[in-house]
């Protein structure tokens, strides 16, 4: 989450979020963009059991959290603050100024800045009925039997980290139905 002095208030020179440049990207409401799924060797992916899903979404955290040498807006990103399967994050961010969809919701970067979430849930659960995982225009994404949702915001000035990101929910089993 994001610290009371790391969120800015919104500015006229605060550039609007722009997602990451991936090929093929999926596009959502309010100008937000998912990466698509790259194909991974089956080797790469490792196995989720069921009773395995709280190991996982720890493992993914972790490795979000060794990225911040190449990503300087994941520096204060720590796995050890993140809850269950939901992994949320926000650097540098403002109140959102716009209205409608999801991104109106949530905190929006600045032009260095960097939010997202990841949700990891059962799709019969209560989880599954949270606004935030009820988006219409998003992959079918899944790490075994849970639902994955994935929503990124990144300054314009911020390294991607899209991309990478993807890459190490891919290596934790995330597939595309």
């Known amino acids: 989450m ?3 002095d790391e969120v800015a208030t919104p500015t006229e020179q605060s550039a609007p979020p722009q997602q990451a440049a991936l090929p093929q990207q999926a596009a959502l409401p309010q100008q937000a963009v998912m990466p698509q799924q790259a194909v991974m060797p089956q080797q790469a992916v490792r196995s989720v ?14 490795d979000i959290e060794k990225m911040a040498r190449q990503y300087p807006q ?5 796995a050890v603050d993140q809850r269950e399967c939901a992994i949320s994050y926000g650097y540098k961010t403002h109140r959102a100024t716009t209205r409608g969809g999801w991104s109106s ?9 960097i939010w997202f979430y990841i949700g990891i849930y059962d ?30 915001l990144e300054g314009d000035k911020a390294t991607p980290a899209a991309g990478a990101i993807m890459k190490v929910l891919e290596r934790h089993g995330l597939q595309t139905r």
Not at 49 to 62: E, V, W
Not at 105 to 113: A, F, I, L, Q, R
């Open 2 to 4: 994001v610290a009371a």
């Open 49 to 62: 059991a069921k009773s395995s899903f709280p190991a996982t979404c720890k493992a993914i955290a972790d």
């Open 74 to 78: 994941l520096i204060n990103f720590r």
């Open 105 to 113: 919701g949530v905190p929006h970067p600045d032009p260095e800045g």
């Open 123 to 152: 799709p019969n659960g209560p989880d599954a009925q949270s606004q935030i995982h009820m988006q219409p225009v998003v992959p079918n994404w899944w790490i075994g039997s849970r639902k994955v949702m994935f929503l990124i």
